[in-house]
């Protein structure tokens, strides 16, 4: 069973500061995808990450995948209340196939 | 954009009442999932369905759970007869291929609550 670890699960920092959010893993994935999920919605999609060392920037967001696709990071630059949520990465395993393995989601409070 | 909806948005049921729960997949996509998470927990994978088969499904997915694409837009879980323990949100989700770079795009979700 692959498993997602996630830390921290819950973080609250000052509006302006600057926080990361980390995925691990001991498994290989052939691709990470970050979700934001709002209580009693749906998650939805920030980014997917394919490639060993790829980084990707959403507006104040980066994402970067680990060298050996077995982890990943999200930090968010000068964070905004607007930022406040639940944060998902979620991991295809190497071999084929798309069942995604989730973890257990970083709560971020962003206060004014 | 397109998205993937799901209907109802809430469901209340009695304990060994059999449920559907309706998804509409993203339109040019081909691969469905289903996911569910129970409060506090993790969202966890349940059954994935191609050309109206299932790929691969998990072991919660027993025989309690089918899954249908009864037309060409629609994409159905069932639970035949519901216990307490299924009460959860159940996530539909489609994605264009079935490769493990391929993103999954999730619906909003039904809340199911069995009584």
């Known amino acids: 069973t692959q498993l997602l670890e996630q830390s921290p699960q819950f973080l609250s920092i000052q509006e302006g500061e600057n926080l990361t959010v980390y995925c691990n893993s001991s498994?290989?994935?052939?691709?990470l995808q970050w979700y934001r999920q709002e209580p009693g919605e749906g998650p939805v999609l920030l980014v997917t990450?394919?490639?060993?060392?790829e980084v990707k920037k959403l507006k104040r967001l980066t994402f970067q995948f680990g060298d050996a696709r077995k982890d990943s990071s999200l930090h968010i630059t000068a964070a905004q209340p607007g930022d406040t949520g639940l944060y998902l990465c979620?991991?295809?395993?190497?071999?084929?196939?798309?069942?995604?393995?989730f973890g257990g989601g970083t709560r971020v409070l962003v206060k004014p | 954009e397109p998205e993937v909806t799901q209907t109802p948005s809430h469901q209340v049921t009695q304990m060994g009442q059999e449920v559907i729960l309706r998804c509409v997949p993203i339109?040019?996509?081909?691969?469905f999932y289903w996911y569910r998470q129970i409060l506090g927990q993790k969202v966890e994978f349940l059954v994935s369905?191609?050309?109206?088969?299932?790929?691969?499904k998990s072991e919660i997915f027993d025989d309690q759970f089918s899954v249908e694409r009864p037309d060409g837009s629609n994409f159905t879980l069932k639970i035949r007869s519901t216990k307490l323990e299924d009460s959860a949100m159940y996530f539909c989700?489609?994605?264009?291929?079935?490769?493990?770079?391929?993103?999954?795009?999730f619906g909003p979700g039904t809340r199911l609550t069995v009584l």
């Open positions: 989700a489609s994605s264009e291929f079935y490769r493990g770079t391929d993103t999954q795009y």
């Open positions: 498994s290989v994935f052939s691709s």
């Open positions: 990450v394919v490639t060993g060392g």
């Open positions: 979620a991991g295809a395993p190497k071999a084929a196939g798309n069942k995604l393995t």
């Open positions: 339109s040019n996509h081909l691969y």
């Open positions: 369905f191609y050309n109206n088969e299932i790929s691969e």
